[in-house]
């Protein structure tokens, strides 16, 4: 694998950090890959901005930060107005659609949209959102092992609530497993364009 | 002696700095903590505060960070091994008991996630400006251990190593890290208790009619008390003679304050760790330190398939500061660039130790986030010969 950039975006209390520690730890330490996650959050627990930065790569990673995200998964409007000026040219663009309605786009953006809270209220928990949204990214993504990822997700969750985060990530697997992509341009419409 | 394997949690592990730091310390056999919450460093001992009871020991909130930098040498004469953990701020609150530790020859260990100041500054983001802090913070001559980690792994060990040290030379020993460092989650691999080297307590074989508290057998390091067992000592932090009393004479004072010193100093050779890479034939080398020096790889890596030829020195013990490896790379380097989250303090030991050999480069960072890489490499093209 490439270094393979990757911020993940939203409120506090939607599991945003946990999601990038599932994904971070899938890949360093189920699929021998080497993985660096920072973060940063408002003085708020629930409610506020909330941001992680996960690096992927097979060599060691060096520069701590995300320059210029490979994939942004925005799961607040916010989020997504913050960080679309900053996703590579051709990069992934993962949204909760419910919540984010895309004004903006990078040129050749693929774009992948799921209503993970309404899955995840569909399992009777809205907090295992992030677990709905882990299963979507895994599926479109391909970038990770589907099993080391789970196995991530049971190690990362206390008992009681593993099973019901394991059943939300394969509901977003198989949610993402059959989306394709929508490539930004001509079929979003009210979007404007941004240049890098 | 080895760790114990109930208290290690052996594994591999996807943990921050901040909480790498707290299993380092469990496993170097820290049994006391005392802090008061600070950004960026409550997480140590959040995290001890919930791992501790199931393994054996203390961990108190207290009221201030005097106080904790206090309490925490209390229990070390009670016989426990103990840190604190704060953040700039705090670490100013601390001066005065980094010193108490330095004359009363107490281990222990200081963890400083440094952010940005001065004062209050940036909470949740780094800086690396309390290096000549942690050197010279507290009044009057003393020599002090400084160690800076650049990941959670090294957290991870160089925690234990500083526990180590602390007891070895019986001195606070500054754990440097900083904001990055310590909120970066990545793979720390925690190895099995039987492969975790610790350093027990030197303690007195003397009968307790013998037994002189800061008396030396020819190292420098004095033997403890144990407690409890029925010796009597005295401590304090005015100047004493090896008795542990009070004595104000130059005589003493001078005896006392050199041993201080010279227990470090004449060991700097042993104790200052670091690492070197492609230096023999650079032109031109970056020396840095903690989160700095990933950044400063990074530029060197670049800098390289540029065809220059750059070599990498990386700090990990910071105090003592490696002098003599300094004035070697100064003797055939062209120049010696030093990137750092402040405005300039290390730079200032790399000039001396250099000694106008090569010309020194400052590449200041105020702090709130770390160089861009290109800051490095033009810094590093634009001494190129």
């Known amino acids: 694998m490439q270094l393979t950039e990757i911020r993940i975006a939203g409120f506090g209390g939607q599991g945003v950090i946990l999601s990038a520690t599932i994904l971070g730890r899938a890949a360093s330490i189920y699929q021998g890959l080497f993985a660096t996650m920072t973060q940063s959050f408002g003085p708020e627990a629930r409610g506020g901005a909330s941001s992680a930065q996960l690096i992927l790569s097979e060599s060691p990673i060096l520069y701590p930060y995300v320059t210029q995200p490979d994939i942004l998964v925005v799961m607040s409007q916010e989020a997504c107005t913050r960080f679309m000026p900053e996703l590579k040219d051709g990069g992934i663009l993962i949204v909760e659609q419910d919540l984010v309605r895309i004004s903006a786009l990078k040129p050749n953006t693929r774009v992948f949209s799921v209503p993970a809270t309404r899955l995840a209220e569909e399992l009777g928990k809205r907090m295992i959102l992030n677990s709905v949204m882990v299963g979507f990214f895994t599926g479109v ?49 009210d979007v404007a364009y941004l240049e890098d | 002696m080895k760790a114990d394997p109930q208290a ?18 469990i496993a170097a056999g820290a049994r006391f903590a005392a802090g008061y919450p600070i950004t960026p460093a409550t997480e140590i001992v959040e995290r001890f505060a919930s791992r501790i009871p199931s393994v054996g020991g203390t961990f108190i909130q207290m009221e201030d960070e005097l106080a904790a930098s206090i309490v925490l040498q209390g229990a070390v004469w009670g016989g426990a091994k103990a840190f604190t953990v704060t953040s700039g701020p705090g670490f100013s609150l ?8 330095a004359m009363t020859e107490t281990p222990c260990v200081f963890v400083d996630v ?48 500083a526990f180590n040290l602390a007891e070895e030379f019986r001195a606070p020993v ?10 970066m989650t990545e793979k720390v691999v925690i190895p099995a208790a039987d492969q ?57 004072q001078d005896q006392l304050v050199r041993r201080l010193q010279k227990k470090i100093r004449a060991a700097a050779a042993r104790i200052t760790f670091f690492e070197e890479e492609g230096t023999e034939n650079a032109e031109v080398i970056v020396i840095s330190y903690g ?61 001396r130790a250099a000694a106008g050999l090569c010309p020194v480069i400052s590449v200041p960072h105020a702090g709130g986030g770390v160089h861009r890489t290109d800051d490095i490499l033009s810094a590093l093209v634009e001494v190129m010969p």
Request: charged share 20%; aromatic share 8%; glycine share 10%.
């Open chain 1, 141 to 189: 993504t391909q970038l990770l092992d589907r099993d080391a990822v789970a196995r991530a997700v049971a190690d990362s969750i206390p008992p009681s609530l593993r099973d019901l985060n394991l059943k939300a990530f394969s509901k977003g697997l198989d949610y993402g497993l059959s989306q394709s992509a929508t490539v930004a341009g001509g079929e979003f419409e």
């Open chain 2, 174 to 183: 500054m754990f440097m890290m900083d904001e990055v460092v310590g909120h």
């Open chain 2, 94 to 101: 601390m001066m005065e008991h980094i010193g108490y530790a």
């Open chain 2, 8 to 25: 290690v949690l052996t594994g591999t592990h996807f943990l921050d700095g901040d909480k790498a730091c707290c299993e380092g310390a």
């Open chain 2, 196 to 252: 975790i080297e610790i350093t027990p307590r030197r303690f007195t074989h003397r009968s307790k009619f013998e037994y002189l508290p800061y008396g030396t057998n020819g190292d420098m390091v004095p033997d403890f008390v144990p407690t409890g067992q029925g010796y009597k000592f005295h401590m304090t932090g005015l100047t004493h003679d090896e008795r542990g009393y009070p004595n104000m004479t130059p005589q003493a």
């Open chain 2, 291 to 351: 989160i700095t020096s990933r950044v400063a790889q990074r530029a060197v890596e670049l800098g390289r398939a540029r065809g220059l030829k750059i070599g990498k020195f990386r700090l990990i013990t910071a105090w003592p500061f490696p002098d003599e490896q300094i004035r070697r790379l100064a003797l055939h380097a062209k120049a010696l660039v030093v990137p750092e989250l402040n405005l300039g303090q290390m730079v200032r030991e790399v000039e």
């Open chain 2, 114 to 161: 440094q952010r940005g100041g001065p004062s209050t500054g940036l909470p949740t983001l780094p800086a690396q400006a309390d290096m000549m802090q942690a050197r010279w913070g507290s009044h009057g001559d003393y020599e002090i251990i400084a160690l800076c980690p650049n990941s959670p792994q090294e957290c991870f060990d160089l925690t234990i190593r």
